[in-house]
């Protein structure tokens, strides 16, 4: 079991930054993949990018290929989500997820274990 607590959501600017967390309990946190989704409201939870156990490899929506960044501290059980040239359409609650076995990594079905999430909003 794996307890996952995202911060650092908020209200930004449309072209500024933020930087999310999702701090992982457990001894196990180096096992696990971990991913990022994002939910608008009246729409689909959707996957915003993921990260390997070891960090080695990484996976982005094209939607956010090249404006963010996942990364993960092993050693403090704690994933991040750097997010820059931030759009309206970013707008959104962003969950964090893990999971030990995963086939497919852009797929909500994918990760057993999920954060409350954290809202991010975008203004103009």
């Known amino acids: 079991q794996v307890q996952l607590v995202e911060s650092g959501g908020g209200l930004v600017q449309a072209g500024g930054s933020l930087r999310l967390s999702c701090a992982a309990s457990?001894?196990?946190?180096?096992?696990?993949?971990m991913g990022w989704f994002r939910q608008a409201p009246g729409k689909e939870r959707e996957f915003v990018v993921a990260?390997?156990?070891?960090?080695?490899?990484?996976s982005y929506a094209d939607s956010v290929n090249g404006r963010f960044t996942i990364s993960r501290d092993n050693a403090k059980n704690t994933v991040y989500l750097q997010m820059n040239s931030l759009k309206l359409e970013d707008t959104a609650v962003y969950y964090c997820?893990?999971?030990?076995?995963?086939?497919?990594?852009?797929?909500?079905?994918?990760?057993?274990?999920w954060g409350q999430g954290t809202q991010v909003t975008v203004s103009s």
């Open positions: 997820a893990a999971t030990v076995r995963v086939t497919n990594l852009r797929v909500v079905t994918s990760y057993a274990y």
């Open positions: 457990g001894r196990t946190f180096s096992t696990y993949t």
């Open positions: 990260i390997r156990s070891s960090g080695a490899s990484t």
